[in-house]
């Protein structure tokens, strides 16, 4: 299982551009990359998920270089509601290993006014 | 559709006593999920069904949990006997797969359970 290291910690700003970076050196072809968001006394969110270059929703970015050793969220003019802990996975997610999903500490990220 | 319901949603009980939680996926998802969080361990996967079987339940504690799925659309966790060091929240999540195009697991609101 691909392991995924990223901030426990980060401080920003009302409107300004959040970027989390997470690593995971022993990704697999086949996995995926999935970011989710919790807040405080809810379950986590699904944020995004990709394969490799860039991926973008309504809410998030995600950038993944050529050798998907890393990946980095980016979150646009971020508000106070956007703190949270956001949790990057690694996995194929595919068949048998839909339990393949580590959720690890998390980034706690922190907005403030 | 009102997403994944779990009961009770919050739970305190005696150390020997037994705790069942309850969870009612989203319709039309196969996939189901148990988990654990504590502030030490964070979120854990317990474990997960396919079409009501059970697929991998590695990551349940011990004897003492036991996870069934009758049908489609329920799903119990049973801890028997409860111990205060199983104080935490637990949370149910569904999944249709990759049926949209990616996969994405949602998440009910959780059970805090507090063992005494």
């Known amino acids: 299982l691909a392991k995924t290291t990223q901030p426990i910690s980060m401080d920003s700003y009302e409107g300004q551009e959040v970027n989390i970076t997470c690593s995971h050196n022993n990704i697999a072809t086949n996995d995926y990359i999935t970011w989710y968001q919790q807040f405080p006394s809810q379950g986590p969110r699904f944020i995004i998920q990709?394969?490799?270059t860039k991926v973008t929703n309504e809410v998030a970015s995600l950038f993944i270089p050529a050798d998907r050793k890393s990946s980095t969220l980016s979150l646009p003019r971020v508000s106070l509601s956007d703190t949270a802990v956001y949790y990057c996975l690694v996995g194929d997610q595919y068949g048998g290993s839909q339990g393949n999903l580590i959720f690890g500490k998390g980034t706690k990220l922190s907005v403030k006014p | 559709d009102a997403g994944v319901i779990q009961s009770p949603r919050h739970e305190v009980t005696e150390m020997g006593q037994e705790v069942t939680l309850r969870c009612k996926p989203i319709s039309g998802h196969d996939y189901l999920f148990w988990y654990r969080q504590t502030m030490m361990r964070g979120l854990e996967l317990l474990i997960y069904?396919?079409?009501?079987?059970?697929?991998?339940d590695s990551g349940m504690p011990e004897d003492r949990f036991s996870a069934k799925m009758p049908n489609a659309s329920f799903s119990t966790l049973k801890i028997q006997p409860s111990e205060p060091r199983d104080s935490a929240v637990y949370f149910c999540a569904s999944s249709g797969g990759w049926d949209r195009g990616y996969n994405e697991q949602f998440f009910g609101p959780g059970t805090r359970l507090t063992v005494l």
């Open positions: 990709g394969y490799k």
């Open positions: 069904f396919n079409n009501n079987v059970p697929i991998d």
